[in-house]
T-cell receptor
Framework: AAGVIQSPRHLIKEKRETATLKCYPI?????VYWYQQGPGQDPQFLIS???????DKGSIPDRFSAQQFSDYHSELNMSSLELGDSALYFC????????????FGAGSRLTVL | GDSVTQMEGPVTLSEEAFLTINCTYT??????LFWYVQYPGEGLQLLLK?????DKGSNKGFEATYRKETTSFHLEKGSVQVSDSAVYFC????????????FGTGTLLAVQP
């Protein structure tokens, strides 16, 4: 079965650089969620999109932005990177008939040096 | 606000031992409850869920019952295996437009042969 695809899986950036993470949801899933998981921490909700519109916003820094495109894939753009942005970034998707279940991708590990 | 509290780990057990990981929640409404599992280096996988009080979720020998009176959703397994070693996250969500998951801090389970 198709899963949530995230790219890149690993990314290394310098401080103050910009990074873009991509997420391809499961086909026919219309909602995408982004989470940030720091080392040894629980995943923190950043932002979500439903039908290409932002549906909810969590603890996403102003330096970050995201959008969902017409093909339902989503991109998370991170600018002026800081050391503290080093984390695992998960994307998840859900369907309107999915009984509240989120399916997660394998994550993108960002390391800021 | 809504929150999830899990017992701290790590939990270290011998193979075939009985497992309990405690989870309690604070909610303003009537959420669905979930257990997700994260194996080393991998993304989050849904283990089981329950959508209303007294529901029991079960999967792969794991069980958890939605207890409204004690606001709990404890995870249990009668006989753990080495392959169950992972981090377990308890979570809640309300579904609908704000379907984001609120996670507990995670509990590391280490099963020794």
């Amino acid at each position: 079965a198709a899963g949530v695809i995230q790219s890149p899986r690993h990314l290394i950036k310098e401080k103050r650089e910009t990074a873009t993470l991509k997420c391809y949801p499961i086909p026919r899933h219309d909602t995408v969620y982004w989470y940030q998981q720091g080392p040894g921490q629980d995943p923190q909700f950043l932002i979500s999109f439903y039908e290409k519109m932002q549906s909810d916003k969590g603890s996403i820094p102003d330096r970050f932005s995201a959008q969902q495109f017409s093909d339902y894939h989503s991109e998370l753009n991170m600018s002026s990177l800081e050391l503290g942005d080093s984390a695992l970034y998960f994307c998840a998707s859900s369907s309107p008939t999915g009984a509240n279940v989120l399916t997660f991708g394998a994550g993108s590990r960002l390391t800021v040096l | 606000g809504d929150s999830v509290t899990q017992m701290e780990g790590p939990v270290t057990l011998s193979e075939e031992a009985f497992l309990t990981i405690n989870c309690t929640y604070t909610a303003t409404g009537y959420p669905s409850l979930f257990w997700y599992v994260q194996y080393p280096g991998e993304g989050l996988q849904l283990l089981l869920k329950a959508t209303k009080a007294d529901d029991k979720g079960s999967n792969k020998g794991f069980e958890a019952t939605y207890r409204k009176e004690t606001t709990s959703f404890h995870l249990e397994k009668g006989s753990v295996q080495v392959s169950d070693s992972a981090v377990y996250f308890c979570a809640l969500s309300y579904g609908g437009a704000t379907n984001k998951l609120i996670f507990g801090t995670g509990t590391l389970l280490a099963v020794q042969p």
